[in-house]
């Protein structure tokens, strides 16, 4: 299935949101739709499409606090990787910037479990289970077309942090390793920064 990757800017962290427009059909995907950002909303009704679900590489507030309008207003569920289903209503532990936040964290916040792949309007994703940015952050891998959605796990010139809640050295150097073994021509969608691939990103590193 061929689909078009719609980025979208959100936040004062400049979050990006991706949408997935799947060839032929009437629905998409949003992954990680950010801080709630406006201009968030202005694509996914720009896009004249029915939203299918949500999916979140990890329960950082600048990734997820966009869901929850989103989960509000359309009734789709969002899907996270069952560590991080901790972050997303304590703001103690997910990043959570009250001063540049766009809402309140959320109070409820009702996340489906992410298992080992999702096959979601007519899209399939391997999920790949990344830990060291936070417990559970993973990434979503294409194999099919090549496309990886590594969230905060792997940057453009560099990978996430891992000195918060939840983050290890040790995790991130394993799962950085494991990314590098897809293959090199991989497309790398990240959770900030400009697209790149593996073959880029692996040259860079001694792991
Ligand atoms: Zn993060």
New binding site residues.
């Given amino acids: 299935m061929n689909y078009e990757i719609r980025p979208v800017l959100c936040g004062a962290y400049q979050e990006n949101a991706y949408l997935l427009l799947p060839e032929g059909r009437g629905d998409m995907v949003v992954i990680d739709p950010g801080d709630d950002d406006p201009a968030l909303a202005r694509a996914v009704e720009a896009s004249g499409r029915a939203l299918g679900a949500i999916l979140l590489t990890?329960g950082?507030f600048?990734?997820m606090l966009g869901a929850v309008k989103l989960m509000e207003e359309t009734g789709v569920k969002a899907y996270i990787h069952p560590n991080d289903v901790e972050l997303l209503c304590n703001p103690e532990i997910n990043?959570y910037d009250s001063f540049c936040a766009t809402r309140p964290n959320p109070e409820r916040f009702d996340a489906e479990a992410l298992g080992d792949s999702v096959a979601i309007c007519g899209m399939n994703f391997r999920v790949l289970h990344t830990p060291g940015?936070?417990k559970g952050s993973v990434c979503f891998y294409d194999e099919e077309n090549g496309i990886l959605f590594s969230?905060?796990t792997l940057f453009h010139a560099g990978f996430?942090?891992i000195d918060m809640y939840g983050g290890s050295a040790k995790g991130m150097r394993a799962s950085m390793r494991a990314l590098f073994a897809l293959p090199g021509d991989t497309r790398v969608y990240s959770?900030h920064g400009p697209a790149t691939t593996i073959a880029t990103e692996r040259g860079r590193y001694y792991l």
């Fill in positions: 990890h950082h600048d990734h990043a940015h936070t969230g905060d996430g942090r959770g």
